[in-house]
């Protein structure tokens, strides 16, 4: 499964809850008109697998150049330094889901 484009992840038991970013650092927040695009990421081919379908990047709307990269058990939005460490924490792996196993879920 590949995903494309732009998309905003929202949690399966908190649906008006959403992945997003403030002041660089990962969140989960209500969605409000003013954070629509902090909550809303371009899905890209994984950054340390190029080439295999099932890993993704997630590069922030609002800053073009900019992933989630866990670190220190946190997401944090930054650009990429080119280094091997940075692609493999920010490179995402599309499995199947915990709730429902037809739907995709993302490990790191």
Do not use: C
């Not at 330094?81 to 199947?96: H, L, M, R, S, V």
């Amino acid at each position: 499964m590949v995903l494309s484009g732009f998309h905003s992840f929202s949690s399966v038991n908190y649906p008006t809850l959403f992945m997003a970013h403030k002041n660089f650092l990962g969140v989960i927040i209500e969605l409000t008109e003013p954070d629509k695009e902090n909550t809303t990421f371009q899905i890209v081919q994984g950054l340390a697998a190029i080439g295999n379908p099932r890993a993704i990047s997630f590069e922030s709307l609002n800053y073009p150049g900019y992933y989630f990269q866990h670190s220190n058990f946190r997401l944090h939005l930054q650009t990429s330094d080119g280094t091997p460490g940075f692609k493999e924490n920010a490179t995402y792996w599309i499995e199947p889901g915990n709730t429902n196993p037809t739907q995709a879920g993302l490990i790191s």
